[in-house]
């Protein structure tokens, strides 16, 4: 059982450029959550997935996407990284019970 | 709208101290509260949790109560190692929430010196 993942582990990127991070659970969760976690700043809820096929705007989701591939996936696309996306990205899911399993990060530095 | 404040780091403590790191919430129903720990390096953990008024909860020796009075849920340790060395993070699911999203508190960075 690996849990949740994430890859890749780190990315730089210039300014401009775009890329996806990808998420995948093992644990038959409907719920899937995309994270930043930023200095003094905890951690933000950009986008969530309560169920395969719906997706829900969180706290700061300007400047992101996401797609619900399936039951196992959820990717958050970046489609002109800024320098203000530099953060550590944390993806997370849950089933009804109230825990939710955090993937390991991504850690992504815009230049 | 569902905030948490926890108090402000780093707090530095020697091996076998007690800790407390204070949390006090704000929610517009009967929220659900939870301690998460962030080892260096890694993603976050459940370290504790509590659903209703006066429920304690606890795990590796930390224990949080639940105080509807003060919307508090401090943490405490009678003794912390070395080990205990990490992020601590509040948080809050409020029950009006039906995908069950967490809000959290920005994070206490806890150091124990041997």
């Known amino acids: 059982n690996a849990g949740v993942t994430q890859t890749p582990k780190f990315q730089v990127l210039k300014t401009g450029q775009s890329m996806t991070l990808q998420c995948a659970q093992d644990?038959?969760?409907?719920?899937m959550y995309w994270y930043r976690q930023d200095p003094g700043m905890g951690l933000r809820l950009i986008y969530y997935?309560?169920?395969?096929?719906?997706?829900d705007k969180g706290e700061v989701p300007n400047g992101y996407n996401v797609s619900r591939l399936n039951k196992r996936e959820f990717s958050l696309r970046l489609e002109s990284a800024a320098p203000s996306q530099t953060s550590v990205y944390f993806c997370?899911?849950?089933?009804?019970?109230?825990?939710?399993?955090f993937g390991p990060g991504t850690r992504l530095t815009v230049t | 709208g569902d905030s948490v404040t926890q108090m402000e780091g780093p707090v530095t403590l020697s091996e076998e101290a007690f800790l407390t790191i204070n949390c006090t919430y704000t929610?517009?129903?009967?929220?659900?509260l939870f301690w998460y720990v962030q080892y260096p390096g890694e993603g976050l953990q459940l370290l504790l949790k509590?659903?209703?008024?006066?429920d304690k909860g606890s795990n590796k020796g930390f224990e949080a109560t639940y105080r509807k009075e003060t919307t508090s849920f401090h943490l405490e340790k009678g003794s912390v190692q070395v080990s205990d060395s990490a992020v601590y993070f509040c948080?809050?699911?409020?029950?009006?929430?039906?995908?069950?999203?967490?809000?959290f508190g920005k994070g206490t960075k806890l150091s124990v010196i041997p």
């Open positions: 997370a899911s849950n089933q009804r019970s109230y825990e939710q399993y």
């Open positions: 644990m038959n969760h409907n719920s």
């Open positions: 997935s309560a169920s395969e096929g719906t997706t």
């Open positions: 929610a517009t129903g009967y929220p659900s």
């Open positions: 509590a659903t209703k008024a006066d």
């Open positions: 948080a809050l699911r409020d029950s009006g929430a039906g995908s069950y999203q967490l809000t």
